[in-house]
Nanobody, 135 residues
Framework: QLQFVESGGGLVQPGGSLRLSCAAS????????IGWFRQAPGKEREGVSCISVRDESTYYAQSVKGRFTISIDHAKNTVYLQMNSLKPAATAVYYCGASRPRHGITTVMPMCVNPMAAGYGVDSWGKGTLVTVSS
């Protein structure tokens, strides 16, 4: 089972930037996609951005396109999320999660759009890091 340690969260003013890191222990090659997800108080967990371990193709939620960038460093087994132009609505606990390969699934979009799905969602979760965007 892949395990994650997330870091990089904190308090930032609106318009500011943060870079989150997700260090994975285990065999990332056993997984198809790794992504960042967030959960605000009283809301469901949602996908922010996901990246394929195999070909580094990416998916972004519409709300973060053009402002967030996901990347993977295979040598360090680490996935990053660079977040720019942050808005108060981005305040949430950010989680790292990974999905194993599934028959018929060829992109990371399904795991990102519906991370809690039983058939194709996230299999392994980190404990999260809190991001607060406030002045």
């Amino acid at each position: 089972q892949l395990q994650f340690v997330e870091s990089g969260g904190g308090l930032v003013q609106p318009g500011g930037s943060l870079r989150l890191s997700c260090a994975a222990s285990g065999f990332t090659s056993d997984y198809y996609g790794i992504g960042w997800f967030r959960q605000a108080p009283g809301k469901e967990r949602e996908g922010v951005s996901c990246i394929s371990v195999r070909d580094e193709s990416t998916y972004y939620a519409q709300s973060v396109k053009g402002r967030f960038t996901i990347s993977i460093d295979h040598a360090k087994n680490t996935v990053y999320l660079q977040m720019n132009s942050l808005k108060p609505a981005a305040t949430a606990v950010y989680y790292c999660g990974a999905s194993r390969p599934r028959h018929g699934i060829t992109t990371v979009m399904p795991m990102c759009v519906n991370p809690m799905a039983a058939g194709y969602g996230v299999d392994s979760w980190g404990k999260g890091t809190l991001v607060t965007v406030s002045s």
